[in-house]
C-alpha cells in the first residue's frame, strides 16, 4: 500500500485563517487499486508558548514550500498501513523539536493523512486502525456554551468558556442533543440581563454577552437544571479560564469585571466558583508556567477535572513534569499543539502512567474534518471538546454519532463523575 503521491494545497478554518491541507494517493500494488486521502490543520488563536510552531518564517508559503522540497519526496513510496514511519520521516526532515522548518501546520496534516490513508488502504474505519479492535469507548461531550476572553475579543465574559458535560447519558445521541438544548435555551435567559445582546457567537459557536462571569454561570446552572431534568440527564458545569491570556505578569487582569487578583486570590476565587455552582471540569485555572498552583487546587478538589492546556501542551515532557507533581487530573489532547499523532500517542500514555484523564480537543479556527472524531475514540479518550454549534464543531460531533450507532451494544460510554 505505497504512497504514489502528495500534495498540499492552502484552505480556510471556520475562523477565516489560511492553513493547510495534504492530500495522498495510495496504490494497492497487488489490484492496482488507487486511494484518495485528505487531511487538514486547524489553527488556535490562543496558543501556548510551548507548542510547536505553526507556521516556519516566511508563512504559510514557506510552509508549502518545504512541504514540496522536504517532505513529500521523503514519504512517497511509504508504506500507507504504517503510518509511523511518515511520523518518523516528519521527524527527520525538520529535524527541530517545534516543527521550526517545514511548520507545525504541515506535520500535522501530513500526519492526518498518513493515518486516514492507512485505515482507507485497510478497509477499516480510522478510530479501529488508531485504536484496536477493542476500541470501544465513546466520550462525553464537553460543550462551550457562553464564551468570553480571546475567543471572543474581549467582548464577552473575562473567563473563556463557560461549557456542560452529561454526565451519564444513555447513548451519545442524547449526550449531543443535551448540549444542544442547553445551548439553544441559554439565550432566552442571557437577554433578561443582558437586554442589547443581539444573538452574537464567537470563534467557536459560544454566545458571547456583555454579562459577569458569575451571571454566565448561574445561567448556566438554570438552564441545565432545567434541561437535565427534562433528559433525565444529570449535566456538569464546566469553565475554560484560559488563565495565560488573564497574567500580566504579576496578576491575573480581569478587564471587563475591573478586578486583579494575585496567584493566592485566584486560587481562592477559583475555588469559590467550584463550591458555589459545584464545577466538575476547571481547565487552566493559572498561567501555563505555574505548576505549584494547579497542584494546590488538585489537592483541594481531587475529584474535579482539573485540567491543563497551555500547561502541558500535549507535550510528554511537561504533562511528566505536571504528574510528578500531581498538578491535574486531566490533560488536554490537541495534536497539533505537538505536531504528529505519533508523538500525540506518546503524550497520551505519559498523561496514562499518572492517572490523567483524557480530553481530546478541537482548536478555535478548525475546519470541516471530521478526524478529531475518530482520535477521541481511538485514544480512549473520556471526553471530547468540540463546541456545540457551527458546521465545523458538527460535523465532529455528527461523526462521533454515527461510531456510536456503528459500534452498536458493544459501545461504553465514558464516566467521569467520581475520579
Do not use: C
Not at 505505497?2 to 477565516?16: E, S
Not at 457567537?201 to 432545567?226: F, H, M, Q, Y
Not at 478529531?372 to 475514540?377: D, G, M
Not at 465532529?396 to 460510554?413: F, Q
Amino acid at each position: 500500500m505505497q504512497i504514489q503521491d502528495a500534495w498540499i494545497r492552502k484552505i480556510f478554518t471556520g475562523r477565516g485563517d489560511v492553513t493547510v491541507e495534504v492530500e495522498l494517493t495510495v496504490e494497492d500494488a497487488a489490484t492496482g487499486d488507487i486511494l484518495v486521502a485528505r487531511a487538514a490543520a486547524p489553527a488556535g488563536a490562543s496558543r501556548g508558548a510551548h507548542e510547536v510552531l505553526y507556521f516556519p518564517e516566511g508563512g504559510v508559503d514557506a510552509a508549502m514550500a518545504a512541504f514540496e522540497k522536504l517532505v513529500a519526496p521523503e514519504i512517497v513510496g511509504l508504506d500507507a498501513t504504517e503510518p509511523y514511519t511518515v511520523d518518523g520521516k516528519l521527524e527527520e526532515v525538520d529535524g527541530t523539536p517545534r516543527f521550526e522548518r517545514i511548520g507545525g501546520a504541515v506535520a500535522i496534516a501530513t500526519s492526518f493523512v498518513a493515518a486516514e490513508a492507512g485505515a482507507a488502504a485497510l478497509g477499516m474505519p480510522l478510530y479501529a486502525f488508531l485504536g484496536g479492535a477493542y476500541a470501544r469507548r465513546l466520550p462525553l461531550p464537553l460543550g462551550n456554551v457562553i464564551g468570553g476572553g480571546k475567543h471572543s475579543r474581549g467582548l464577552g465574559p473575562d473567563i473563556q468558556e463557560f461549557l456542560v458535560i452529561p454526565l451519564n447519558p444513555p447513548d451519545v445521541y442524547t449526550a449531543v442533543y443535551t448540549n444542544v438544548e442547553i445551548h439553544k435555551r441559554v439565550l432566552k435567559h442571557i437577554l433578561k440581563v443582558d437586554t442589547t445582546f443581539t444573538g452574537g457567537k464567537n470563534d467557536e459557536g459560544a454566545w458571547t454577552p456583555r454579562i459577569s462571569s458569575v451571571t454566565a454561570l448561574r445561567i448556566l446552572k438554570e438552564v441545565a437544571g432545567e434541561v437535565g431534568q427534562e433528559l433525565g440527564v444529570e449535566i456538569g458545569l464546566g469553565v475554560d479560564m484560559a488563565s495565560s491570556s488573564l497574567w500580566n505578569g504579576e496578576r491575573y487582569v480581569y478587564k471587563n469585571e475591573g478586578v486583579e487578583r494575585s496567584p493566592r486570590e485566584q486560587l481562592d476565587f477559583v475555588s469559590k466558583l467550584v463550591e458555589e455552582f459545584d464545577l466538575v471540569y476547571v481547565e487552566d485555572p493559572f498561567h501555563e508556567e505555574d505548576f505549584q498552583s494547579f497542584a494546590e487546587l488538585t489537592e483541594r478538589f481531587k475529584d474535579r477535572l482539573i485540567v491543563g492546556d497551555d500547561l502541558f501542551v500535549t507535550n510528554p515532557e511537561r504533562i511528566k513534569q505536571g504528574g510528578k507533581m500531581k498538578a491535574a487530573t486531566g490533560v488536554i489532547i490537541k495534536p497539533d499543539q505537538i505536531g504528529t499523532l505519533l508523538r500525540t500517542h506518546q503524550a497520551v500514555s505519559t498523561a496514562r502512567d499518572f492517572g490523567m484523564r483524557i480530553i481530546v480537543s478541537h482548536r478555535s479556527g478548525d475546519t470541516e474534518y471530521r478526524t478529531l472524531a475518530h482520535i477521541a475514540v481511538g485514544l480512549g479518550a473520556e471526553v471530547i471538546k468540540t463546541g456545540i454549534m457551527g458546521g465545523e464543531r458538527t460535523t465532529k460531533l455528527n461523526e462521533l454519532i454515527r461510531i456510536g450507532e456503528y459500534l452498536g451494544k458493544w459501545a461504553k460510554i465514558s464516566q467521569i463523575r467520581r475520579l
